[in-house]
């Protein structure tokens, strides 16, 4: 549609989903987007994903969280939609439907000009979340950008989003269209203009599947706490929510946002070192049709079983008051021979996920 859903058109579309479930996805040997995207490796990521799709089909997933890497996009065009027809092929093979994330502020240019990341080989760090070492004190003093608000880069960055939309608009196997995930936390209020853009860059292409852009930080009051998540709140047809909190704080969060009448998906959660876990939160999200895609799969390069060096820090700062558990993983659920990181997680996920393919069949 061209315009917002009204709360009955997104609850109806909602109606019909059955209980969403699933992660976000990349394989367990890309080092990082540029390596899930790009033509070099590809075979080898492909057969990887063919494997660890395959493992989410046999756990009861439904659904999975792809985000775009502009850089391959306007380095490998052709190479980078080939990729997307493969990924969204495979999932649609093993019972999976796709959320397509179009704008992220991870890992984006710092300085004046923006530099596209390199392709080929891509380097990463042992031990260190998401394999990347903490920023040099020079480099985070750069103002970070992001590709749209350069003027060199934002009309094809636009046509990048017009391209991919307009190719899924009228596809089934595409569930959701994720516009902007985390609009803010690295460019603060100077993502608002670009929430605009994007959402009416999408909308232009008519699209049969909703639109949303993610609230991160913790809602207060019943209000999101900055401009941006306001912004994303009132242009999204379904609420994307993101929190890795533990259990006394999440329902509060979902009873706020509950309040707006509109579907709660919750694009990223699961955080055992801050004791957001499976056992508490999967069934709660179960038992509130809060649809729910986990950080993290299968264990590999990204290393995200490791702490956010946040995390560290504030450890470091005040242990006596940190609470953070760091003999847990902190994402994934598996580990690199596919054996489950805690297979009494697995079990509660299958046994969850029977029971909601049973409601379904009602």
């Not at 939309?165 to 670009?194: F, T």
């Not at 533990?246 to 801050?274: D, F, K, S």
């Not at 956010?308 to 580990?335: C, G, I, M, S, V």
Request: charged share 25%.
């Amino acid at each position: 549609m061209k315009e917002r859903w009204t709360k009955e058109q997104a609850n109806a579309w909602y109606a019909k989903q059955g209980w969403l479930r699933g992660c976000n996805f990349i394989g367990s040997d890309c080092a990082n987007r540029i390596d899930q995207w790009q033509s070099y490796g590809r075979e080898e990521r492909m057969r990887t994903a063919e494997r660890e799709m395959q493992l989410c089909e046999e756990i009861g997933f439904n659904t999975i969280r792809l985000i775009v890497e502009f850089d391959v996009w306007y380095q490998e065009h052709d190479a980078f939609m080939e990729a997307l027809e493969q990924y969204v092929s495979m999932a649609n093979r093993h019972g999976l439907s796709v959320m397509l994330v179009l704008a992220h502020e991870a890992q984006i240019c710092r300085g004046e000009t923006y530099v596209f990341k390199p392709l080929g080989e891509q380097k990463f760090a042992l031990g260190y979340h998401q394999g990347r070492l903490p920023l040099a004190p020079e480099e985070a003093q750069k103002t970070p950008y992001h590709a749209l608000e350069r003027l060199e880069t934002r009309d094809a960055y636009l046509n990048m989003v017009r391209e991919i939309v307009g190719k899924y608009a009228q596809d089934s196997r595409i569930l959701c269209w994720n516009v902007y995930n985390e609009p803010g936390i690295a460019i603060r209020e100077r993502a608002v203009p670009l929430l605009d853009m994007l959402f009416e860059a999408v909308r232009s292409q008519d699209p049969m599947q909703p639109l949303a852009a993610d609230v991160w930080r913790s809602v207060k009051d019943g209000r999101p706490s900055t401009l941006a998540e306001q912004r994303a709140l009132d242009l999204s047809d379904v609420i994307s929510f993101h929190s890795y909190t533990p259990y006394e704080h999440m329902v509060p969060q979902l009873e706020m946002l509950q309040a707006y009448g509109r579907p709660i998906l919750m694009t990223e959660w699961l955080n055992r070192i801050n004791h957001s876990d499976v056992r508490e939160l999967y069934p709660l999200f179960y038992l509130e049709h809060v649809g729910c895609y986990c950080w993290g799969f299968v264990v590999g390069k990204t290393q995200t079983q490791e702490p956010w060096e946040t995390l560290w820090d504030q450890y470091a700062k005040d242990p006596e008051h940190a609470h953070y558990d760091f003999t847990k993983w902190q994402h994934d659920l598996f580990r690199p021979n596919l054996r489950p990181y805690d297979p009494r997680e697995i079990e509660l996920i299958r046994a969850y996920n029977a029971r909601a393919s049973l409601r379904e069949k009602k």
